[in-house]
C-alpha cells in the first residue's frame, strides 16, 4: 500500500491508497506529504533531529487512549519510559492559545482548560468519513467539534492552525512524534523505521492513515501489524508447547478477539473477530453518563458545557481505574455546590452490563471461524482420556491431530484491568485468562519483536497469518487462487486436515518464507 497527501483549496485531502502489495507496507516520500510533515513539525517545539549514533529498531502500540514504544534490545523488547514518567503516553495533544503544543501527560491534564482544542480518542476517527454512523456517536461525547473535510473525511477543527482543521492523522503524528523522541532522548539512537499496530478490523483508510500519521511523524518506513498478532509475539516467547490460544484485546477504543496456534518458533492466526466500537472509553462513557443524569441534571448542572463535559471524561476514567483495586470511590465533583457520589464496584459492573455482553459474541465468532467452540475448552481432558484408550495408532493419531482447544486466553489492553473483564471471560471460556505480560505494553512489546524480525534481530519465530493458511490449504488441495480472506469458505480449520501432498505443501511453505524474506530485505 502506498498512499500520498495531497493539499487541496488551501486544505488537507486524506491520505489514498494508490496500490497495494504484500504484508506491511513501506511508503514513498511525495512532497505532499513533506508538507504535511512541516506543518506539524512546526507546532512542535522539541528538536526533530538530534544528534544520533545508532539506528533503534521500533514497535509502537497507537492506541486510543494511550501509546505505547518499544525497542528490541539483545533480541528481546523493552519498553521505553516517557520523559515524564510511566511507560504509556496518553494519545492526547492539546493546542494552548499562545501556540504552545501540549502532548501526553500535560495535554490531558490541559483538557479542563481547553476542552475544544483538546483532542484524545481521535483513533475512533482516523480513516473514517464524517457521516459514518460511529462518527456521529462518538462525536456526542467528545467536547471538540469534529466536521467534514472537503473530501468528506472527519476532520478537527482547531482555530489556532492553518484553515482551522486537523486530520486525526496529524493528531497521531504528533503522539508518534513524541514516542520517537523518547526512544532518541532514551537510547541515545535515531530513529526512521517502525512497525506500528492497527486493529485487527481497521479498513484500506484507516491504514492508510496510520501510515501517513507515522510518515508526518518523520518515519521513513512504516510497517503495520495487526494488533492481536502483535499482542502473540510478545506473549509467544515464553509459549513453548503447541497450543491453541485465545486473545481477548480490549483497548480504549477497540475490541479484538484472535483465536491463534502457538508453538516452536510459530503463531498462526486462525480466525479473528471484535467489535470496532467498543473499548475502555466505554465504560468511561456508561459512568459519565450516570453521574450526569442521576447527579448533575438535577442539580441543574449544564452537562452540554464543554469543560464540564470534559472533566465528566476524566473523572469517570480516573474512577474506573481505581475500582479495578477498589470496592468503591468517592467521586468528588466540582460543579453542583462541590458534591460527592459514591459509585461502588458491583454498581459499575451493573452500568456496564450491556459491555459485558457486546464482547461474547466476537468470542463466539472467531472460535466459529477456527471450527472450535468457546465450551471446548471444558472437553481437553475428555479429549485426553480417548487417545489413552484408543484401540489402535491410527484412531489415537487422529485424535491427537484434532484442532486443539482453546487451552489460553491471554489479556492484552488496559482495560482488561477490571476484575469484571477477567471473571466474564472465565464464566464464557471455564479458563481463567492469562496476564504474566503487562496488558497495556504487550503489542508494542510484540510490534517491536516483528521489527527485530524483519531487521534480522530476532530469529526463531515466524508469523503465519489467515491468508498464509489459507493459501497453504490452496496449495494442498491443488486449487488456484488462495486467498487472504479468513471466512469460513477458506476457514484454516480446516486446512489442518487437508496436508495430502507433501511435495505442494513444502511448496507453499516456501513461498510464503520466501514472501517473509521479502519483508526483511525490504525494512
Known sequence: MYLGVGISGGGLTRPTRTSLGFGWYAVPKRS????????????????????????????????????????????????????EGGNTVPSVVAFCPNGEVLVGEKARRYAVLGPKHTFHSV???????????TVREDQARVAYDVVGAEDDAAALRCDTVDGGLLYPEEVSGMVVSRLLDNV???????????????????????????????????????????????????????????????????GGGTFDVSILEVGAGVVEVLATGGDS????????AAIADWIASEHLKPAGVDTNDPRIKANLRSIAEDAKVQLSSLQKVVIRMPVGGGMQVV???????KLTAHLFRRCQQPMEYACWQAGLDLGDARD????LKEIRKAKSKRQASKLKNRRMPVSEVLLVGGATRMPGIKRFIENVTGIKPRDTVDPDEAVAAGAAVQAGILDGQITGLYIMDVWQASL???FANKQQGGGPSDTAETNPADSAASKEDDEDMNTSIETIRQRAAEQRDNF
Open 32 to 83: 505532499a506529504e513533506r508538507s504535511l510533515k512541516a506543518r506539524t513539525s512546526s507546532m512542535l517545539s522539541e528538536d526533530r533531529n538530534p544528534s544520533a549514533r545508532s539506528e533503534a529498531v521500533v514497535g509502537i502500540d497507537l492506541g486510543t487512549t494511550n501509546s505505547v514504544v518499544a525497542v528490541v534490545e539483545g533480541g528481546a523488547p523493552a519498553v521505553v519510559p516517557d520523559a
Open 123 to 133: 483513533k475512533r476517527f482516523i480513516g473514517r468519513t464524517i457521516d459514518a454512523p
Open 184 to 250: 532518541r532522548a532514551s537510547r541515545g539512537a535515531d530513529v526512521s523505521k517502525a512497525v506500528i499496530s492497527v486493529p485487527a478490523y481497521f479498513d484500506e483508510e484507516q491504514k492508510a492513515a496510520t501510515m501517513a500519521a507515522g510518515r508526518i511523524a518523520g518515519l521513513e518506513t512504516v510497517r503495520l501489524i495487526r494488533e492481536p498478532i502483535a499482542a502473540a509475539l510478545a506473549y509467544g516467547l515464553d509459549l513453548k508447547e503447541d497450543r491453541t490460544v485465545m486473545v481477548f484485546d480490549l
Open 277 to 284: 466500537h467498543l473499548g475502555g472509553d466505554d465504560w468511561d
Open 343 to 349: 459509585l461502588t464496584r458491583g454498581h459499575m459492573e
Open 380 to 383: 481437553e481432558a475428555e479429549r
Open 472 to 474: 497453504m490449504r490452496a
